[in-house]
């Protein structure tokens, strides 16, 4: 009796384990995005440097409290529109990020041009362990003109 | 069989323990070995607390009872009481109360104070020295400016029963569009009426704004870390300087400039004070306020800024200094007495330089001036020597305390950790 009843009741304990485990198994693998060129991303590296590393750092770790981090965020991840127009029109502070808050203003900057805000985008978007999608100039470009 | 049943219980225990971690609603000890901080000889760290989220200031009350300040909610409170009930240095009891988040925490004549980012509270202490209603505190103040960017509001009371209050500006340079290249500067800076000074209410008052208060002092564009000098008797505040004067203004400045520049600035303040921001900032290389570039500067030129009170003691640039605390106690050796320490949250706005900071730092004062230059006191709370990022930091000084025994207490709010430092001979 009892070498029947323990199997069942150590799946029972470990069974939300077990599944909870294969759950998190990726249940299609993703489309593979095509590698970045580097030229994009030094061009978009030097953009960075220029215009958002005294706040998002070079690593792209931001600052507690104050600039937000870019490392695997829905920001960064997601949408390219959200994206795209947090360059064009800044932001007041206020952005949450798994519950963080960060208060910092950051400065809305539309004299990039469209193919320096793809690039710069699509180098966040490749670098500090992310890997999305690349940002286009013609992708920046509809944008912009939707927001004018 | 008998090995599944080990297997077993084993990965049980392991949850086991997992939950328990997750669920540390009491203090956690900490295995992280103490001599981390570097002292000088004779001093020692002892971590009395750790993993308490982001723990800003602290206050030692007489009885040795720990009252820490959150800037984030723990068990849906924002202040912890920490006490060592069995000696050992540790604090081993914890009680949680306030159902708000903030910076500030003291405590005089028989009342602990503490803010939230707009208001202040005090709550009675009982004939046993402890808090007498937990949920039930005096709101003293409210209605103050806050809008996120600087606004903690640190508390400090005088002998005289007056309460100070910083209210931090929420802007970096108070331009027409906050830290954006070639937008000027507001004039005047609106910000001034409400923010960037320092204000003055009566300690024993209720629901007290901006019209029962008095705007003690002006042009602060952030004050967290400020204390009251017994024996000058007068209010000592730490400024954060303003941020990105090469971002903003390239053809000026450059990088290497710009991670020294402008002073983080220690003051003293008399009724009616103005340190000139967002006009002017202190460039410590030239001992001189100057005007900001947003109001005409160029890295040199003077203009308003004569007459505009001048810094105590100058530090590096963007160190952001957040607590301040005047040494009273005898414990440690005479050196120390009456000399102010400085705790350094640490840089940001160095990048693409090294950051630094990180530390807390020493001011030798005698018959109320500085004596001497500034030192580092308690050193690598970054737990490492080159930091290019703060988010790298293991520990950021926030709050100093002094207990009942002369030792001197330190808060961080990277993880929430509380030191102790004695002296021994």
């Not at chain 1, 985008?121 to 500090?128: E, G, I």
């Not at chain 2, 003291?106 to 009342?111: A, L, M, P, V």
């Not at chain 2, 104070?113 to 005090?122: I, T």
């Not at chain 2, 967290?224 to 024996?231: A, E, R």
């Given at each position: 009796?009892?070498k029947?009843?323990?199997p069942?009741?150590m799946?029972?304990?470990l ?17 593979k ?12 590296k030097e953009?960075?440097?220029m ?8 690593d792209?770790s ?10 695997k ?11 795209v ?12 990020i798994d ?9 809305p ?8 805000i793809?690039?710069v ?8 362990s992310?890997?999305?999608?690349v ?10 003109a939707?927001?004018? | ?9 084993g990965?049980?225990?392991i949850i ?6 997750a ?10 070995p ?24 602290l ?11 959150l ?6 409170k ?9 000696g050992?240095?540790k ?10 988040v903030?910076t500030?925490i ?6 602990l ?10 709550y ?11 949920d ?5 103040i409210?209605?103050l400016?806050d809008q996120r ?12 029963g ?5 209210i ?12 954006t ?13 409400k ?6 209410f009566?300690?024993?008052g ?8 008095v705007?003690?002092?002006t042009?602060?564009?952030?004050v ?8 000058t008797n ?15 203004y ?11 520049l402008?002073?983080e ?5 008399k ?9 002017c900032y202190?460039?410590q ?7 900001a570039?947003?109001?005409g ?7 308003r800024c004569?007459g ?20 009273t106690?005898?414990?440690f050796?005479?050196k120390?007495?009456?000399?102010a ?21 020493f ?15 308690a ?11 703060p988010?790298?930091a293991e ?9 009942p ?14 030191w ?6």
């Open positions: 009796m009892k029947n009843v323990l069942v009741i799946f029972l304990f069974a939300p384990v077990i599944l909870h485990a294969q759950t998190k198994k990726p249940i299609s693998p993703k489309p995005a095509a590698p970045v060129s580097k030229a994009v991303m030094d061009r978009g953009v960075y440097l215009n958002c590393l005294a706040c998002h750092q070079a792209g931001g600052v507690p409290n104050l600039n937000p981090h870019l490392v965020t829905k920001w960064v991840l997601g949408s390219k529109t959200v994206l127009e947090q360059i064009l029109k800044g932001s007041q502070g206020k952005v949450e519950g963080e808050t960060f208060n910092n203003a950051m400065p900057l539309p004299q990039l041009t469209d193919q320096q793809a690039d985008l699509t180098y966040v978007r490749n670098s500090f992310n890997k999305a999608s940002v286009s100039a013609g992708e920046v470009k509809s944008i912009r939707k927001i004018k | 069989m008998k090995k599944l049943l080990i297997l077993f219980l990965i049980l225990s086991n323990v997992q939950t328990v971690l669920n540390d609603s009491t203090v956690v000890k900490t295995t992280l103490v001599d981390d901080i570097k002292l000088p000889p004779g001093f020692k760290a002892t971590i009395v607390a750790g993993k308490l989220g982001r723990a800003r200031h206050v030692v009350n007489t009885n040795g009872d720990i009252y820490v300040k800037e984030r909610l723990r068990n849906g924002g202040i912890v009481r920490l006490r060592d009930t069995n050992d240095g604090a081993d009891d914890s009680m949680y109360f306030g159902n708000y903030g500030g003291t405590i005089k004549n028989g009342y104070y503490a803010s939230s980012n707009s208001e202040v509270f005090r009675k202490l009982n004939e046993k020295n402890e808090v007498a209603n937990p039930a505190p005096e709101k003293i409210t209605g400016v960017t600087h606004n903690s509001k640190s508390i400090v009371l005088d002998n005289d007056n309460i100070y209050v910083n931090g500006a929420p802007t970096n340079a108070c331009q027409v569009q906050d830290r290249k070639g937008s000027p500067g507001q004039e005047p800076c609106p910000i001034l009426e923010a960037g000074g320092i204000w003055q009566k300690a024993d209720k629901n007290q704004s901006y019209g029962e208060g705007r003690f002092a042009g602060l564009r952030n967290v870390g400020l204390d009251w000098n017994g024996q007068s209010l000592f505040v730490m400024q954060h300087g303003r941020d990105q004067l090469s971002n903003l390239p053809e000026m400045f450059n990088d290497q400039q710009s991670a020294e402008p002073a600035e220690m003051f003293e303040l009724k009616g004070a103005d340190c000139g921001w967002p006009y202190y460039d290389q030239q001992n001189k306020k100057v005007l570039p947003e109001y500067g160029d890295g040199k030129q003077v203009g004569e505009v009170t001048k810094p105590v003691v100058a530090f590096p640039g963007h160190l952001a200094p957040n607590g301040l605390l005047f040494y106690g005898s414990l050796p005479e120390y007495k009456n000399g320490f400085i705790a350094f949250h640490g840089s940001w706005n160095r990048a693409p330089l090294p950051q630094k900071g990180f530390f807390v730092a001011v030798p004062f005698k018959d109320g001036k500085p004596s001497g230059e500034w030192e580092i006191f050193d690598n709370f970054a737990g490492m020597e080159n930091i290019s990022s988010g790298q520990y950021r000084p926030c709050g100093l305390s002094q207990g025994d002369g030792a001197l207490y330190v808060s961080e709010d990277a993880k929430g950790t509380i102790k430092i004695t002296y021994k001979p």
